[in-house]
């Protein structure tokens, strides 16, 4: 069974930079395309970035492009979220997801979730 532990989020001034981190156990990391997604408040849980099996590709939705970044390491089975130029409407939980494929899927097309960890921005 794959477990997914995101880590990394906290308290940042708008204008500030978080990298969050995603640890993988249970399953071969390096063989599956990995994600991020997140949540604000009483909104739909929303794609943020894709990453392919080895690292060699990456997409973005459109609102991330640009200032995130989404990079892994698959000696450490690792995944990581660099967000820069943080804006108060980034505050959401964010999630580590392991899905079907690289690319952006849909929420319930997802395997495996970690617990989240929330993100504020503070203006």
């Known amino acids: 069974q794959v477990q997914l532990v995101e880590s990394g989020g906290g308290l940042v001034q708008a204008g500030g930079s978080l990298r969050l981190s995603c640890v993988s156990s249970?399953?071969?990391?390096?063989?599956?395309?990995m994600s991020w997604y997140r949540q604000a408040q009483g909104k739909e849980r929303e794609f943020v970035a894709a990453v392919s099996r080895t690292g060699g590709s990456t997409y973005y939705a459109d609102s991330f492009e640009g200032r995130f970044i989404i990079s892994r390491d698959n000696a450490k089975n690792t995944l990581y979220l660099q967000m820069n130029s943080l804006q108060p409407e980034d505050t959401a939980v964010y999630y580590c997801?392991?899905?079907?494929?690289?690319?952006?899927?849909?929420?319930?097309?997802?395997?495996?979730w970690g617990q989240g960890t929330q993100v504020t921005v503070s203006s």
């Open positions: 997801a392991q899905p079907p494929d690289y690319g952006p899927y849909e929420v319930r097309q997802i395997h495996y």
């Open positions: 249970g399953g071969a990391f390096s063989s599956y395309a």
